[in-house]
């Protein structure tokens, strides 16, 4: 089974740039995650969507961060304009359905860092 | 919302040790708490998770353990090898969806 794959795996961007990551979940899975990992912390939830339905999205900073999975498939999550404290790994993740029997599985995340 | 508090940050042991890292949460509805390895620049990989209905569950060397009075749940590794040096992190989650809450890591280092 395919996992998920997410890219590109590092940017470098200035402050006030714009990024979009891209995330393709394993196939058959409704259920995506975009998490945040700042270095030496626990992943934070930003946003979950079941197929291509917002389930949450009361952790993202609607200011600056957007996501979107139009087709229910692959998501973009994108940073408009970034600050230096965007710095993170960003995960994706996806699960069979949102549930107890569907655990999540993870992609190998971007790496962020803004200068 | 949920919060989850993880202990000891660090943990350090011999090979052949017994690791044991510890994970309180302050919400009572919550109901799976599993629990992540996460090497040094890869993905979180799921290695154990338990469901609030079992107070125990092992599978190998790993096991965890469920007190829902008390609101912890706990991760212990028997025999540890230096190929289980890596970050751990619990995390816990309600029968919304997998939202999960993720502690803030321990990072375990297996001294051959």
């Known amino acids: 089974e395919a996992g998920v794959a997410q890219s590109p795996r590092y940017k470098i961007i200035e402050k006030r740039q714009s990024v979009a990551f891209w995330c393709n979940p394993i196939s058959g899975h409704a259920t995506l995650y975009w998490y945040q990992q700042i270095l030496g912390q626990g992943p934070k939830l930003l946003i979950q969507?079941?197929?291509?339905?917002?389930?949450?999205d009361s952790q993202l900073p609607k200011d600056r961060f957007s996501a979107e999975r139009l087709k229910g498939v692959d998501s973009t999550l994108k940073i408009q304009p970034a600050k230096l404290e965007d710095s993170a790994v960003y995960l994706c993740?996806?699960?069979?359905?949102?549930?107890?029997?569907?655990?999540?599985?993870f992609g190998n995340g971007t790496r962020l860092t803004v200068t | 919302g949920e919060n989850v508090e993880q202990h000891p940050s660090t943990l350090s042991v011999q090979e052949g040790d017994s690791a044991v890292i510890k994970c309180t949460y302050s919400?009572?509805?919550?109901?799976?708490f599993p629990w992540y390895k996460q090497e040094l620049g890869k993905r979180p990989q799921l290695i154990i998770d338990?469901?609030?209905?079992?107070g125990e569950k092992k599978d190998q060397r790993i096991a965890v353990t469920l007190n829902k009075t008390a609101k912890h749940f706990s991760l212990h590794i028997t025999e540890t090898q230096p190929e289980d040096s890596a970050v751990y992190f619990c995390?816990?989650?309600?029968?919304?969806?997998?939202?999960?809450?993720f502690g803030g890591g321990t990072r375990l280092m297996v001294k051959p």
């Open positions: 919400d009572s509805a919550s109901n799976y």
């Open positions: 338990i469901r609030s209905n079992v």
């Open positions: 969507f079941q197929n291509n339905g917002v389930v949450d």
């Open positions: 993740a996806s699960s069979l359905e949102a549930g107890l029997d569907s655990p999540l599985h």
């Open positions: 995390a816990a989650s309600y029968n919304a969806g997998n939202m999960l809450t």
